[in-house]
Each structure stands twice: as C-alpha cells, then as structure tokens.
C-alpha cells in the first residue's frame, strides 16, 4: 500500500467504518480512497466480519502494522454474523458525531468526505447525507439516488449503502437489521432513521463521488431475486409508516411501472421502425399483452407506429 500524504490538520469530527469480508486487496484501495480525502476522518475502523481467506487475513495485519498512513486505524475483528452486525460493530466503536459506512469493495473521490459532510452540517434536520455513484467492474455507468424524505424511500430505496450519519440518530432507531443477511438492509436502515423525525430527510450530492463496484455474484444483484419477500418483511415492519403514506407509495410505484413500460415500449417501436427482430419476450407480449396496468394501451400505441 502506497503511503499517504500527511493531512492531520484537516481532519474534522467524523469516523469511517469499512466493513470486510475476504476482499483481499479491494480492501486496500477502500482504506486508500479514505487516506486521500481532502477532508480526513479522525479514525478508520474496518470491521472483519469473519474472514477466513489466508491473503486477505494477511492484508488486513499490513494495514494495522503500516506506519505511514495519515489516520489510526482499529482493526476489530468478528465471527461471521452478515454486513449488518458488521457495520453495526463498527458504528457503536466510533465516538464521533458522524460516521461514514463504507463496504470494503468500494472506494471513495478524494472529496467525497468534504462534499458530503457539509450537507449535514449546513443542515441539522438531515439524517443521512451520499453522493451520485459511478459504477465499474462489469458496469459502467453513473447512477444517481434522489435522497428525500420518507415518502420515495417507501417505493424504493433512495440512497447508497455508503453514506455518512448522524450517530445520535442512529442510536434512536435500533440500528441495522442484523436478520436480514440477504439483501436490502441499507433500505431498511434507511426507513428507520427516518422514522425518528418527521422532518428528517436524507441529502444528496448531485456528482459521482462513490465508486461502486459490480459483479453478477455480488450480494446486491443477488437480493433481487428475494425483492418481494424482502419487501413484505419492509413493509410490515414499518406499517405504521406505509399506512400513513399509502396513495403516494401506490402512486409512486405507477409512476415507476410506467416509465419501465414507456421504455420498453421505445424500444420495440424503435425495433418495429428499423425493421429489427423482437426479443421472444416482446413478441410473447404482442400476442397477449397484460390488461389493467397499460400494458394493452401500450401494445396498441406500438402496433399504430408501424402504420
């Protein structure tokens, strides 16, 4: 690991937690894009969450024995209990005020701490703060979260699993989920902050500053083939919320099943007018399109293109 600049004196009442879990030296560069932040946290705890790969095992001991870097780092190291009791593990070990919660695969702009962080303190209603993510790996893209307030977060989650918190709201809600080792308990975590405040929202900063890797085997492509019953479980736990809210949940889940069907529409009208072959898929819908969800309308609409 290549050593870090010396930037003690920027440093400002935040601490990272970076979670592990057999990522060999993707971890290196997660603790990396943290020592060049313009902004430094006062404190790196990575949380191994039962690692049982020699390489990585031997990663994580050059990191706490390096004596360049620019931050302390604790290591503390866990039986493997799933992401949630993870970062759950590290949160209660930070004594800042803010938290940043990093996935160990993933890295970070040199600004991401700065930008991110002064949306919090600019704002004292705001529970959560991220940032635009750009995706590499098998997917190259740009990928932009809303934020918002509880309302969008019921249809769908609205911010990434990397983020920074306020560590006094965080201890009034009952933390990360630690059932949910299949996926979507950054969503659920979300809900719950919240939860504790009406005027509690999460902000957003409009630029990519988060690197996201992906990967057909990585956990979130994985939760969703569990999405509906994940989702049932989200949305019985926080009932309470989704009964107060359920004509703009309803109504927010449409307006994101039509745009896909618009979308899609495009497509095969686009497909039809260049004289392409349809998929199976959208041949297998022109012959019995779906009825009540605008999936008729839609049908007509393509068929009236080619005319």
């Known amino acids: 690991m290549k050593k870090c600049n010396s930037k003690s004196d920027l440093n ?44 990585s095992l031997a990663i994580l001991e050059d990191i706490q024995n390096n004596p360049c870097l620019p931050i302390p780092i604790t290591i503390h190291f866990q039986e493997n209990r799933g992401v949630s009791a993870a970062r759950n593990a590290g949160i209660h070990k930070a004594q800042s005020s803010m938290v940043l919660v990093l996935d160990g ?3 970070l702009e040199a600004g991401y701490i700065e930008h991110v962080s002064k949306l ?3 704002d004292p209603t705001m529970v959560i703060a991220s940032s ?11 990928v932009c979260p809303t934020g918002g307030d509880i309302v969008p977060f019921l249809s769908h989650n609205c911010c990434p ?29 979300f809900l719950s902050m919240l939860e504790t405040s009406p005027e509690a929202h999460i902000g957003m900063v409009r630029k990519p500053l988060i690197h996201y890797r992906t990967a057909p085997a990585s956990a979130n492509i994985r939760s969703m083939d569990k999405r509906l019953e994940l989702m049932r479980y989200i949305i019985e736990k926080h009932h309470h919320s989704y009964s107060n809210n359920i004509t703009k949940v309803l109504l927010d889940m449409e307006a994101i099943s039509s745009s896909r069907l618009f979308g899609w529409e495009n ?8 004289n392409q072959e349809l998929s199976e898929s959208s041949n297998a819908f022109m012959k019995t399109p779906t009825y009540g969800d605008g999936g008729m309308a839609s049908a007509v609409r393509i068929v009236s293109s080619g005319k």
């Open 12 to 55: 400002i009442d935040i601490e990272a937690v970076i979670t592990s879990y057999n990522q060999g030296t993707m971890i290196l560069e997660a603790v990396q894009s943290i020592c060049n932040q313009t902004l430094l946290p006062q404190r790196i705890i990575i949380v191994d969450d039962g690692s049982t790969d020699k390489d």
């Open 105 to 107: 695969d993933d890295k």
């Open 120 to 122: 919090l303190y600019d």
């Open 132 to 142: 635009w993510m750009q995706t590499f790996g098998v997917l190259d893209a740009i």
């Open 161 to 189: 699993a990397t983020h920074i918190l306020r560590k006094e709201i965080y201890e009034q809600c009952d933390g990360y989920d630690e059932s949910m080792r299949s996926g979507f308990e950054d969503w659920d975590f």
């Open 267 to 274: 497509e095969m009208i686009h497909s039809i007018k260049n």
